[in-house]
């Protein structure tokens, strides 16, 4: 499901549509960094530097500190998150013309909404943020929202994950880069220097995780696999609750716009999520 529904909501960094409130707002559209900041991190107040490098983790807290906290100094959280409905009403009306406010995006909207209220935002800072918005009024923005508490959700939980098997925030993006979720160069966009990333490979080298080309060993792809487990295994009580039908049903809805988003181009062919590179590890 989080393959299913996480480019629905990812469209919203490269949308056009977004970019011009970004715009409208004050920020640099040349590059996505300055309202990426502010749009992912509005829900949690006027957060500084510290928090949000600990929500977002793998984010240098070098590069947060050059977004935040001057994001709210172009617009208050309050602002962006008015402007953030917007964007996403833009964005949608634009991928979907007089689909979107078919019967089908409605019923959409609700079943991810069903999921998403059952989501447990305990020790789950970001998503706890967006979960304590207020539900748009226009289904195609609550669909949005609704999946967006869920990526949340489970990044939160991914972060959990992490922690638990000793990743560092740098070392998660090596082990990443390590199992061929993306080239290592799409990790660039995280901030860390490239001595800051060759040091994360020689801890991950000592731990016998990758070799000296920095390729995962088979203890490596054992500890990533563990890692993907324990995040499916954190995420699946909101889909439990939908429950099997359900989960079906909202994939057959959503698979157009998955297929009209994948349409646009503009979704990046190698992205840090690893989306479309991993398979899920097999149940145990």
């Known amino acids: 499901?989080?393959?299913?529904?996480?480019?629905?909501?990812?469209?919203?960094?490269?949308a056009p549509e977004v970019f011009a409130e970004a715009e409208g707002l004050g920020y640099k559209v040349d590059v996505r960094w300055p309202s990426y900041f502010a749009w992912r991190a509005a829900p949690l107040g006027a957060a500084g530097t510290a928090l949000v490098s600990a929500a977002f983790y793998?984010?240098?807290?070098?590069?947060?500190?050059?977004?935040v906290p001057a994001a709210w100094a172009v617009a208050p959280p309050e602002r962006v998150l008015e402007a953030r409905v917007r964007a996403v009403d833009r964005m949608y009306r634009a991928l979907l013309g007089d689909g979107v406010a078919s019967p089908e995006v409605v019923e959409a909207a609700e079943l991810a909404?069903?999921?998403?209220?059952?989501?447990?935002?305990?020790?789950?800072?970001?998503?706890?943020?967006?979960?304590?918005?207020?539900?748009?009024?226009?289904?195609?923005?609550?669909?949005?929202?609704?999946?967006?508490?869920?990526r949340e959700q489970r990044g939160d939980g991914h972060v959990a994950a992490l922690l638990t098997a000793g990743l560092d925030p740098v070392e998660a993006l090596v082990s990443f880069a390590a199992v061929g979720a993306a080239p290592v160069e799409t990790f660039a966009s995280r901030g860390w220097t490239d001595a800051e990333w060759a040091a994360g490979r020689e801890r991950l080298m000592s731990r016998g995780?990758?070799?000296?080309?920095?390729?995962?060993?088979?203890?490596?792809?054992?500890?990533?696999?563990?890692?993907?487990?324990?995040?499916?295994?954190?995420?699946?009580?909101?889909?439990?609750?939908?429950?099997a039908d359900g989960c079906a049903r909202l994939s057959e809805l959503t698979m157009p716009i998955l297929v009209k988003v994948l349409e646009t181009g503009l979704m990046p062919a190698s992205n840090t999520l690893g989306?479309?590179?991993?398979?899920?590890?097999?149940?145990r």
């Open 113 to 150: 909404r069903t999921a998403a209220e059952a989501a447990s935002t305990a020790g789950r800072p970001i998503a706890a943020a967006n979960a304590d918005l207020p539900w748009p009024d226009e289904p195609h923005v609550a669909l949005w929202h609704a999946i967006g508490i869920l």
């Open 209 to 243: 995780l990758v070799n000296a080309d920095g390729i995962a060993t088979d203890a490596g792809r054992e500890l990533r696999d563990e890692v993907e487990r324990t995040t499916d295994e954190l995420a699946e009580a909101p889909w439990r609750e939908l429950g």
């Open 275 to 283: 989306i479309g590179k991993i398979a899920p590890p097999p149940p």
């Open 1 to 14: 499901m989080w393959h299913q529904t996480e480019p629905l909501h990812a469209l919203f960094w490269y």
């Open 58 to 67: 793998s984010f240098s807290p070098r590069m947060v500190a050059e977004h």
